[in-house]
């Protein structure tokens, strides 16, 4: 049985790496934990799920079985997307769920997300549940909890169907990257009324074609590929647990998450007229304006599903999203982000347009990078950006936007470097109007870089 290691702890979820930092020890600790959470906060069911990944069964089963040591029920779905854990704790009796998936990391790591009491519990409440493992002296409840299986698949899918119509018949391309949501994207587009092309529906915990990760360009060429060989219209991908969003053109353009919140930012506010419309820091300096022209609030915020999810909450806003890939509506759903929901939503505003690419690639945008990373030891990501933030300076009178990191407004691109949460990494970001443009802003943050940190190897 494996120590508890103080690093699975991470700012949204917990995650490690099989047989290294996570086990079914493990797992059954922070069922025990989590249950005792729940039960203070008044709640005796807690609703569990996995995805596709080899380790999936067995930590899964020592999870619910920490649950019930805690004395707390569990309802079982089974292999699911994450999303439907969510969608678990909205329409069954229950506030709590957890879901047990590596998102898209290697095939070796998995973990849990977690919704508490109806909040995506993140930072010192992740945390807390650590210390209270520490503290735990390892005894069971004296009413141990009960453990019963339910199938949410079909209330699922017609919650879904019942809200979201086409405007006329589309066919369509789904690479699911053999991650959990090609057990459901293909029932769920055809239901709707599209001709699906499916790409690594199988699930597979191998994830034997691709990463199942869309938010970068290598695990989209398959779709490219199909899209240009096919007479299908768009091309939709899933992240490996299905609570993120990929969108490919007929012509083979990427369409990043930031300019899809454009087409569900204009759609939305014809609804909530002055509402706000959260977005994360690393999103394209075109989304206010046009969240604003078209009768919103633009409010950025910091990175991070769970922050974000909080944030709507806090907020009211009918609508977030970020550059990753999450999106989360409030309008018309229940706020918590689902890239399945978040396609469909985007499938009913591209069937009322006879040429559905046509409209994505008009969104505004310009010349930018995909998240750059800049690989750092432990620890050192955060002491860098504390330095960054305190020194660093820039020539000019440009906006500086601390929120989350180090985001610097120029009057012709941004530049965004921001310490990752789950990684040690620094995630940078550049958006230019021209090349030229790009590559001056670029130079500055690596010159504020290289100054405190003299032998950072950059990516650019």
């Not at 199942?212 to 060429?221: C, S």
């Not at 998240?371 to 050192?380: F, I, R, Y």
């Amino acid at each position: 049985m494996l120590p508890l290691s103080r690093t699975i702890f991470k700012a949204y979820d917990i995650r490690g790496i099989i047989a290294k930092t996570l086990d079914a020890g493990v797992a059954h600790k922070i069922g025990q934990a989590f249950g005792q959470a729940a039960l203070a906060k008044g709640e005796q069911r807690v609703v569990i799920g996995r995805d596709g990944r080899l380790s999936g069964p067995e930590l899964t089963a020592a999870l619910a079985q920490g649950l019930q040591a805690a004395g707390v029920d569990v309802i079982d779905l089974g292999v699911v997307a994450t999303p439907m854990v969510y969608f678990g704790t909205n329409v069954l009796d229950t506030r709590s769920g957890i879901m047990v998936t590596g998102s898209h990391n290697p095939p070796d790591y998995n973990g849990f997300k977690m919704v508490l009491a109806g909040e995506a519990i993140h930072g010192e409440a992740i945390q807390a549940l650590y210390h209270s493992i520490v503290a735990h002296d390892g005894s069971a409840s004296a009413k141990p909890g009960t453990y019963a299986t339910h199938d949410i698949r079909a209330a699922y899918l017609e919650r879904i169907l019942g809200d979201v119509k086409l405007a006329r018949p589309i066919k369509i391309a789904v690479d699911c990257g053999n991650g959990v949501a090609g057990a459901f994207a293909g029932d769920l587009f055809r239901g709707m009324g599209c001709e699906v092309i499916e790409l690594f529906c199988e699930v597979d915990g191998h994830f034997p074609n691709h990463h199942p990760d869309p938010a970068h360009p290598e695990n989209l060429q398959d779709l490219i590929r199909c899209l240009a060989e096919t007479d299908a219209e768009i091309g939709i991908a899933f992240d490996g647990d299905g609570d993120r969003l990929g969108v490919v053109t007929k012509d083979g353009q990427i369409i990043y998450p930031d300019r899809q919140m454009m087409l569900f930012a204009a759609d939305v506010l014809t609804r909530h007229p002055g509402a706000q419309i959260l977005y994360d820091v690393k999103c394209t300096r075109h989304l206010a304006p046009w969240i604003s022209k078209h009768g919103g609030v633009p409010l950025m915020y910091k990175t991070g599903h769970s922050l974000v999810k909080a944030k709507l909450r806090e907020t009211g806003a009918p609508l977030g999203g970020e550059m990753s890939g999450h999106i989360f509506f409030k309008d018309r759903w229940y706020g918590f982000d689902d890239g399945m929901y978040s396609a469909a939503r985007l499938l009913e505003i591209l069937t009322r347009e006879a040429d559905p690419s046509a409209l994505l690639n008009s969104l505004p945008q310009s010349d930018s990078t995909p998240e750059l990373h800049l690989e750092l030891k432990e620890g050192e990501n955060v002491a860098l950006m504390d330095v960054l933030r305190r020194d660093a300076v820039f020539p000019g009178n440009e906006q500086i936007i601390t929120i989350d990191g180090l985001r610097v407004e120029y009057a012709d691109g941004f530049g965004l470097a921001r310490s990752s949460n789950t990684t040690p990494v620094i995630v940078m970001r550049f958006e230019a109007e021209t090349p030229a443009a790009l590559a001056r802003i670029q130079g500055q943050f690596k010159s504020v870089i290289l100054a405190a940190k003299p032998d950072a190897v950059l990516p650019f």
